[in-house]
């Protein structure tokens, strides 16, 4: 099962490296991991998929870690998910309009044209990137980048306080 | 005007703000700059032999004196040494700060002479650990490091510290507030679990309490002791929890788990409710998890949350400090019972006592021989009369010291317990010494063990820290051998240490020490007579002992602790 971690951490040099080397040691699956600035200059926010049954350790452990402030586990229901994806699709030139049709169903664009194919850029919750993936499979995907998935807390509707037995030691 | 000193100036200057009175280390390129101030202070270096040797010479101060522990080393060969010792102080939550001197940063990433990457391998094996950038820096992170290390769930903290950055010149100032928003360990228990907890423990007709390495930590013995003789707790003690309460307490039942005695690991298998207080249950603790005390409730006090659920789930979890939360514990039990005695539990007492009787701990000394690793304990024990700090190995000499050394008091048991290192002993014993000179710290260790870091007693003659060794010699890897024994059909493969060489007196006096040998039963006693009237050097005295002899009671790894094998007759 995949859950979605949202996770505040200094912005300090090697504060990745310090959150993907305890996920190696403890044996933890990362599925996707996407890492920015936040409003706060002094504040990163990484979003982490995680493949496993049962979040509360992880969630523990990354709070073991010095420079994580506050990490939030973002049930689908309450957050608002999404990913960017670039996609090479092989394009026959006789294929290309019904491609592009399908296209614009999804709101993919066209971002690059090439002799033989078509580059398109996606973006949406996870499960339209898959819909669009699994709709362009039979023309022969070329190449894929993800730039991993991103998540917000629903506004009003998240009222998931910090659970108070979690923080550091 | 704030004066302007070399960062390696102003470390030096800010370990003296920490109160900082001994450091461990070995000088090298990188780290030279931090080597010169220190001419100048008042802190006393001890130079040890090999970096691992001034790593375990912290982590011993530490556990003797409950203060940090600093080592220093140079950069790359100097700091991978280090990296041992700190796994182990990782392990075993003891307080230690390391100081390694860095590549230039011009030169970092350019695969530069003695260059390692430090900050990267050291990451998994400390609390915390710093690279620094700027000398301006300097007096926040020592600072900070220091707090990291002593405070919530004690830790090993590194520092880096690039050359140029050693010889740069800062503006000195001292440490400013701290800065750490994300670390705020919890020190008192929420009120609300406090009541469960009590709740649970008055319905309880077959508690233990469990206590581990945290009421050491904590120094949380004294409120230890009161809880449990408020509640009338039977106690359990941990490998590194040994001296949480006096072994001779009619409520003390000593250590359970894989070498544990029988009366410990039962207790823990019949109970109804395990008040575990700083202890994690390790797998050398609960054997398999899946079958360990079945039939118990638990209570778990962590100052780390991410112990509490990592292995067992409890019906009442606490996080907090161990002295904090038992001082809860006392003032609200005492509220409970008012004017009441805590229940007797008269089955439950009665059938402990039982196990104790029918299942003591023991050894048979054949007069004519071998000695029994056992017997020499014993015989240290009644002629020190308990009062010394005892360190150990890993081994069998290990677990036979845990089983039959009385621990009155904490602070007074030093092993390791969690990584199991090999050559523990000498060094640890020797920071214990140099943190505690008034006290008498002897180290009981195994001859596989003893070479791995002997050459520290070099440092002990010439430093002057006149620590006592009693070298278990049965001539094998012995805990290796016992399991080959057991579980390879009596293959023995690599573990013959030879009889006779080292010469293990001579090798003492070669590194300045006074050589001692007992080969008879007969003669134990008076060489650690011998030895104890030595007090201007350090002392070894090898026994040789019998190669064969077995540690038990035994819960063969990842058995189930109802299955404790008393003797090779049960196997
Ligand atoms: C650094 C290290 N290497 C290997 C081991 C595995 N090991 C555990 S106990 C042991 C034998 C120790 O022999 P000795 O010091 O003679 O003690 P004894 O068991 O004979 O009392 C070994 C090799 C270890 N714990 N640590």
């Known amino acids: 099962m995949q859950h979605v971690i949202a996770v505040q951490v200094e912005n300090k040099p090697g504060v990745l490296a310090r959150i993907s080397s305890m996920f190696a040691r403890r044996g933890f699956n990362i599925h996707s991991l996407a890492v920015g600035p936040t409003a706060d200059p002094s504040l990163s926010r990484m979003t982490v998929v995680i493949d496993g049954p049962e979040m509360e350790q992880i969630i523990k452990q990354l709070y073991k870690l010095v420079h994580t402030v ?25 294929k290309r309009g019904e491609m592009l049709d399908a296209a614009s169903i999804f709101e993919a664009r066209a971002v690059d044209v090439g002799a033989n194919t078509l580059t398109f850029e996606v973006s949406g919750d996870p499960k339209r990137l898959a819909d669009f993936l699994e709709l362009m499979r039979p023309y022969g995907i070329v190449d894929l980048a993800k730039s991993g998935r991103i998540a917000l807390p629903r506004a009003a509707k998240s009222k998931r306080a910090e659970p108070p037995q979690l923080r550091t030691a | 005007m704030s004066p302007r000193l070399s960062g390696a100036h102003a470390l030096i200057k800010a370990l003296e703000h920490e109160g900082v009175e001994v450091v461990f280390g070995v000088p090298g390129g990188a780290i030279l700059p931090a080597y010169d101030p220190m001419l100048d202070s008042p802190i006393r270096h001890v ?25 220093v080393a140079t950069s790359g060969p100097g700091a991978t040494n280090l990296i041992t010792p700190l796994a182990d102080a990782y392990m075993d939550s003891i307080p230690v700060v390391a100081i390694t001197g860095q590549v230039a940063t011009s030169a970092i990433g350019n695969d530069a002479f003695q260059e390692a990457h430090t900050w990267g391998i050291s990451m998994p094996c400390t609390k915390h650990n710093y690279l620094i950038t700027d000398a301006s820096e300097i007096p926040d992170v020592v600072r900070e490091a220091f707090h990291l290390a002593a405070t919530g769930r004690p830790g090993p903290v590194l520092i880096d510290i690039p050359k140029d950055i050693l010889n740069a010149e800062m503006e000195w100032h001292s440490a400013g507030e701290m800065n750490l928003p994300g670390y705020k360990p919890s020190v008192k228990g929420h009120p609300k679990q406090v009541k469960a907890a009590i709740e649970l423990i008055m319905e309880s007709e077959r508690p233990i309490l469990y206590a581990g390495g945290g009421i050491i930590r904590a120094e949380a013995a004294d409120e230890l002791r009161t809880f449990a003789e408020l509640g009338n707790l039977p106690t359990v003690t941990t490998l590194m929890g040994r001296g949480a309460i006096p072994d001779s ?30 202890a994690r249950f390790d797998d050398r603790v609960t054997g398999d998890p899946s079958a360990f005390a079945p039939l118990a409730k638990v209570i778990h006090v962590d100052v780390d949350p991410a112990e509490i659920g990592k292995v067992r789930n409890p019906e009442v979890p606490i996080v907090g400090d161990a002295k904090a939360v038992l001082g809860q514990l006392i003032t609200a039990m005492r509220k409970r019972l008012g004017d009441n005695p805590a229940p007797a539990r008269q089955p439950w007492m009665d059938t402990l006592r039982g196990w104790q009787e029918s299942h003591p701990l023991h ?37 036979w010291v845990s089983q039959f050394w009385g621990f009155e008091r904490p602070k007074t048991w030093i092993n390791s317990g969690g990584l199991g290192t090999m050559g523990y002993a000498v060094p640890a014993a020797v920071g214990a010494k140099a943190g505690m000179p008034d006290e008498l710290v002897v180290a009981i260790d195994g001859d596989g063990c003893f070479q791995m870091t002997s050459q520290e007693l070099i440092t002990a003659s010439i430093e002057g820290i006149p620590v006592k060794i009693f070298v278990m010699n049965n001539h094998s890897l012995g805990m290796v051998k016992q399991w080959q024994r057991l579980f390879y059909d009596n293959r023995f493969s690599a573990i013959d240490l030879t009889e006779h060489t080292p010469d293990f007196p001579k090798l003492a006096e070669a590194m300045g020490c006074v050589g001692l040998r007992a080969d008879h039963p007969g003669e134990v006693a008076s060489v650690i007579e011998k030895a104890l009237a030595v007090n201007d050097k350090p002392v070894v005295v090898e026994f040789r002992c019998d190669p064969d002899a077995m540690v038990f009671p035994m819960v063969p790894a990842g058995g189930s602790n109802d299955n404790v094998v008393l003797g090779p007759e049960d196997l």
């Open chain 1, 70 to 94: 506050k990490v939030t586990e973002l049930s689908p229901n309450e957050a608002i998910e999404r990913e960017i994806m670039l996609v090479r699709i092989a394009a026959d030139p006789k």
């Open chain 2, 249 to 278: 307490h009619e409520l003390s039942l000593g250590m359970p788990g894989m070498h544990g005695n029988y009366t410990a690991i039962t207790s823990m298998q019949k109970a109804d409710l395990l008040v575990t207080v700083g």
């Open chain 2, 47 to 71: 130079l040890a032999r090999h970096e691992q040797g001034a790593g375990h010479m912290a982590s011993g101060y530490a556990h003797a004196t409950g203060r940090v522990g600093v080592t």
């Open chain 2, 363 to 399: 050894f048979d000394q054949d007069p004519e021989g071998p000695i029994l690793q056992q017997f020499v304990i014993s015989e240290l024990h009644r002629l020190t009369e308990g009062d010394a700090i005892v360190v150990a190995g890993v081994g069998q000499h290990q677990m």
